[in-house]
């Protein structure tokens, strides 16, 4: 399969825990995007790399969220001290640049009990 | 008011219907504009992908861009129970990082 993966596929953790999440994308991709999903919302952008810099970062990455793209190959973002309010889907995606279409993964479900 | 409307249904159509989904958006700027299909507890997956003012078809889907009334459309010919799903519309601006704004999600169902 030589679509984008993302792991773990859910993840279910107590208020106040650490997590992280990995994405791999479409091996020829440059370019890897993070959004968050909550239910009966569409993504909402919350990061985005070209190779291994970080381009941009939305007012929802909280100093709790960081995000590392340290080989421009695949991606992690971390959630330091997870809230409820933190539990939603968070999708990878990437495309080549300029331009190109943007694909999804099947995304992690995050659930903050 | 967010930057990309769209009705979030749901819509319930009978099946070999014609569907149209639609979103309205208030930034000018945008040029690149999608639709992508997203079943329950999955990843969105494209569907269209279209520039500036104009039509698109591909197979049983034509989308359409109305840059002048800031308004696009899917359509969905001889729709199948298989379409029920929710469909994104999601757009972006030239240059700049690429990154997609989405409205809600459509919500569909196709029953036989």
């Known amino acids: 399969d030589t679509g984008v993966s993302q792991d773990p596929r859910h993840k279910i953790t107590k208020r106040g825990q650490n997590v992280t999440f990995r994405c791999d994308p479409i091996s020829e991709h440059n370019r890897l995007y993070w959004y968050r999903q909550t239910l009966g919302q569409g993504p909402e952008f919350l990061t985005y790399?070209?190779?291994?810099?970080?381009?941009?970062k939305s007012r929802l990455l909280s100093d709790r969220f960081s995000a590392e793209r340290p080989k421009g190959s695949f991606s992690t973002l971390e959630i330091q001290r997870t809230e409820q309010g933190d539990s939603a889907m968070y999708l990878c995606?990437?495309?080549?640049?300029?331009?190109?279409?943007?694909?999804f993964g099947p995304g992690t479900r995050l659930t903050v009990l | 008011q967010k930057e990309v409307e769209q009705d979030p249904g749901p819509l319930s159509v009978p099946e070999g219907a014609i569907v149209s989904l639609n979103c309205t958006y208030s930034?000018?700027?945008?040029?690149?504009f999608m639709w992508y299909r997203q079943y329950s507890r999955k990843g969105p997956e494209l569907l269209m992908y279209?520039?500036?003012?104009g039509n698109k078809e591909d197979g049983r889907f034509t989308a359409q861009v109305d840059k002048s009334s800031k308004y696009i459309s899917l359509f969905i010919r001889d729709s199948q129970p298989s379409d029920s799903a929710t469909y994104l519309c999601a757009m972006r601006l030239t240059g700049g990082g690429n990154k997609l704004t989405f409205g809600t999600g459509t919500q569909l169902k196709v029953e036989l």
């Open positions: 995606a990437s495309d080549a640049s300029p331009g190109g279409e943007q694909f």
């Open positions: 279209t520039y500036s003012s």
């Open positions: 790399f070209q190779n291994e810099a970080q381009l941009e």
């Open positions: 930034n000018s700027a945008f040029q690149y």
